[in-house]
């Protein structure tokens, strides 16, 4: 299984960014696909998860700005983020989980104030 993310970049606070993760290989149709993401000098933390099935859990300090989603048919997971702040800047990694945990490498966001 590999995991290809994209769509990170530079953006001032404020503004928006779409997030793209595919998924390829033998993959279970019943699995958690989600975004992840580490800051410098922290600890990788949950931004968001959506199932096969689409239900959707968010951490609390992306609720109201950042929709994930997903499209089964192509195995990717999307990350719409909006209202982006500061504090919001670090590397964003796709996972892939079913039974086993799969990571795509990264992509950067960073937000400037």
């Known amino acids: 299984v590999q995991l290809q993310a994209s769509g990170g970049g530079l953006v001032q606070a404020g503004g928006s960014l779409r997030l793209s993760c595919a998924a390829s290989g033998s993959i279970s149709a019943i699995n958690v696909m989600g975004w992840y993401r580490q800051a410098p000098g922290k600890q990788r933390e949950l931004v968001a998860t959506i199932t096969s099935g689409g239900t959707t859990n968010y951490a609390d300090s992306v609720k109201g700005r950042f929709t994930i989603s997903r499209d089964n048919g192509k195995n990717t997971v999307y990350l719409q983020m909006n209202s982006l702040k500061p504090e919001d800047t670090a590397v964003y990694y796709c996972?892939?989980?079913?039974?086993?945990?799969?990571w795509g490498k990264g992509t950067q966001v960073t937000v400037s104030s």
């Open positions: 996972n892939l989980a079913y039974g086993l945990n799969y």
